[in-house]
């Protein structure tokens, strides 16, 4: 069974909503892992949109699990995981227009930046995961540069309405987890994974983490973040 990383962004996304200082996304890291959440997960872009560095070092104080860093390939960006010392980072690309991160990191053309950003995050012993696509190149770039881990945009299956489109992009989920596996790669998942795709997702043996955020902070909204994280575990399990 995969674990959950749990990306809580979007708390930061509601206080922003107001530019006041509540929801603080501290206090629901401590929730999460208290409800059974393997890891927290937070994106601080570029635009500082919605996690601010303030919360990214009280969270690397106060997370017991695992704490993963959403980041863009910078030099800004691997001067402050260098300081911080995330237990890992997941490098991602960052466009300043977009609603949320769209597709994978061209692991492929961007291999001599990533290759670097892995060195010198790596002097502090922090792990690096890229997110790529389900293509075997990427899978392969990814080796090549010497990142620990993948994670499999999970995206297009997500977005696929119609149930063939689904499947053909669950099957290159599947390969890309396989091949991951193959390598030596730790596997993770995720992106616009919900209450009611995740399955197909979870029972895929080779992932080894799921990194779900939106669905789990809008179904908060509703039922509290306790729930909402139980229920996601109930049905990864
Ligand atoms: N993985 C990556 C790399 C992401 O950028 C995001 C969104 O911040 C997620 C996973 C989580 O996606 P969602 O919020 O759709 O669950």
Do not use: C, W
């Amino acid at each position: 069974m995969p674990e959950l990383m749990v990306n809580i962004d979007h708390v930061a996304t509601i206080r922003q909503a107001r530019g006041t200082y509540f929801p603080d996304p501290v206090y629901a890291a401590g929730i999460a892992e208290m409800a059974g959440a393997s890891g927290i997960i937070i994106h601080l872009r570029e635009d500082r949109r919605h996690i601010k560095d303030r919360d990214l070092r009280i969270l690397r104080e106060v997370v017991r699990t695992k704490l993963n860093l959403e980041m863009a390939a910078t030099d800004e960006m691997v001067k402050i995981a260098k300081e911080v010392v995330p237990d890992m980072i997941t490098l991602v690309p960052e466009k300043r227009e977009e609603l949320t991160t769209e597709g994978g990191l061209d692991a492929v053309s961007l291999s001599r930046r990533l290759k670097k950003v892995v060195e010198q995050v790596g002097e502090k012993g922090i792990k690096v995961s890229l997110f790529i696509d389900p293509e075997e190149r990427q899978v392969m770039a990814a080796k090549k540069i010497g990142a620990d881990m993948i994670e499999i945009h999970t995206g297009s299956y997500s977005d696929a309405l119609q149930e063939k489109a689904r499947t053909q992009e669950y099957k290159k989920i599947l390969e890309a987890a396989k091949k991951g596996k193959e390598l030596g790669l730790g596997v993770n998942a995720g992106h616009g994974l919900h209450y009611h795709n995740v399955k197909p997702i979870a029972s895929i043996p080779e992932i080894d983490e799921l990194s779900i955020g939106h669905s789990i902070i809008a179904r908060a909204v509703f039922v509290g973040l306790d729930r909402a994280i139980r229920d996601m575990l109930e049905l990864i399990k």
